[in-house]
């Protein structure tokens, strides 16, 4: 009689022709998780794997992180809807920190916080292939922004960025705004269901002036007034250069 975890682990050792799994919703807890991880180890063919909306928690996450120190195949890893806090998030952020293969991390609604972002933080200085990271709904306040606006003024590989409906403040998502005025690799940032008001805006503003990279950005539901109306017209417009250079190149 195979277990779910047995099986999988068969799948991701015996199958060299399998380069994506989709495993949503299938009430994944920690125990598969770790078995997922084991086969990660040696497994050479699979690069994107979706665990969405399972019940992994920090335990599965540490194991995947681990086993991903290893794995020189997986690219994309989407684990949003799972209960993973901020020791799994660190755990991941150590792992990106030798880890030379993988792009983008999907890691929405789950509760990384502060100290979570902070460690992803870390991570960046170091890494150079991550290009996309979307952790929108992870309780990520004014001092975790706050730390990834500092490492976005230099970093010079993620070119996604996902913050939607975090718990950041007006201030810090300012923050945000004026590390774009140096960072030239971002070419898409969400911000929607935040705190940013009319200040903030100004903010982007001035920073998309001098910024030419930047060609999607997502600012719904802030707190900003119908007087920014202009304001938010005036980003459209530069986002709207920025898209007619890129054409060009």
């Not at 890691?107 to 992803?120: H, R």
């Amino acid at each position: 009689m195979f277990t779910l975890h047995s099986t999988l682990q068969r799948l991701l050792k015996n199958d060299p022709t399998l380069t994506t799994l989709h495993l949503y919703n299938n009430q994944i807890g920690d125990a598969d998780a770790q078995a997922i991880a084991e086969a990660l180890k040696t497994n050479t063919a699979l690069t994107t794997l979706y665990l969405s909306y399972n019940q992994i928690g920090d335990a599965g996450a540490q194991a995947i992180a681990e086993a991903l120190k290893t794995n020189t195949a997986l690219t994309t890893l989407t684990l949003d809807g799972n209960k993973i806090g901020a020791e799994g998030a660190q755990a991941f952020a150590e792992m990106l920190k030798t880890n030379k293969t993988l792009t983008a991390i999907f890691i929405k609604y789950n509760q990384i916080g502060d100290t979570g972002i902070q460690a992803f933080t870390e991570a960046m200085k170091t890494n150079k292939t991550l290009r996309a990271l979307f952790i929108r709904i992870n309780q990520i306040g004014n001092a975790g922004a706050k730390t990834f606006a500092q490492i976005l003024k230099t970093n010079s590989t993620l070119t996604t960025l996902v913050l939607y409906c975090n718990e950041m403040s007006a201030e810090s998502v300012e923050t945000l705004a004026h590390s774009l005025k140096t960072n030239k690799t971002l070419k898409m940032v969400a911000l929607g269901i935040n705190e940013l008001d009319d200040a903030g805006a100004q903010a982007f503003v001035e920073a998309m002036k001098v910024n030419k990279t930047l060609t999607w950005f997502g600012l719904y539901c802030n707190e900003m007034s119908p007087a920014s109306v202009e304001t938010l017209k005036e980003i459209k417009r530069y986002i709207k250069r920025n898209c007619n250079n890129e054409n060009l190149i």
